[in-house]
């Protein structure tokens, strides 16, 4: 977990997000980093699928924080399954804030979890606009369950420019690539 570039990411990408905005966060060790620099704004409506996401976040009394019901993994904290994919299908947010395990070089967004790819589904479904978070070893990384395409996205947030074949897609697609750097 490269924790700095998390921390790059998570800052350029919570500027994008206005203060007293309505928006969905996922499951990850990238989000988790984003919830902590969202602490930042104020009078946010936020749904999460995710237990970490919520402890950070209700350290703010003027957000809202909604949790989505469901199976919790042990393992990090994320909530997963039917219910909370119907939970999530009930709001349509301003941003959906998606982390993710692996881009393949086709585009394909991949993730190791089908309930987890699920909620992720759900979430891109209702968002008006969906901001992927994704650090440079995310880039051909693989996995074996696809939870959807690069040109969902309307915003990509990463640490370095991505390989040639994502790149295109990315500029094909529209999506708009920010770059933290060092």
Known sequence: MNLEAKERIANALVQ??????????????????????????RGLSIVTNNLHV?????AKEDFHIIIAGGEVRNRDGGIVGEAAVDFINQFKMDYGIIGISGIHHDGSLLDFDYREV?????????????????????????????????GQA????????????????????????HITGD
């Not at 905005?21 to 919830?35: D, P, Y």
């Open 16 to 41: 994008h997000i206005p203060d007293n905005a309505s928006l969905f966060i996922n499951i990850g060790t990238t989000t988790e980093t984003i919830a902590k620099a969202l602490l930042q704004k």
């Open 54 to 58: 919520a402890s950070i976040l209700s």
């Open 118 to 150: 699920r909620v992720a589904q759900s979430i891109i479904a209702n968002s008006t606009e969906v901001l992927l978070a994704a650090d440079h070893s995310k880039f051909g990384r693989n996995a074996m369950v696809r939870l959807g395409n690069i």
């Open 154 to 177: 309307d915003h990509l947030f990463t640490d370095a420019r991505p390989p040639e074949k994502i790149r295109k897609l990315l500029e094909v697609n529209g999506v708009e690539v």
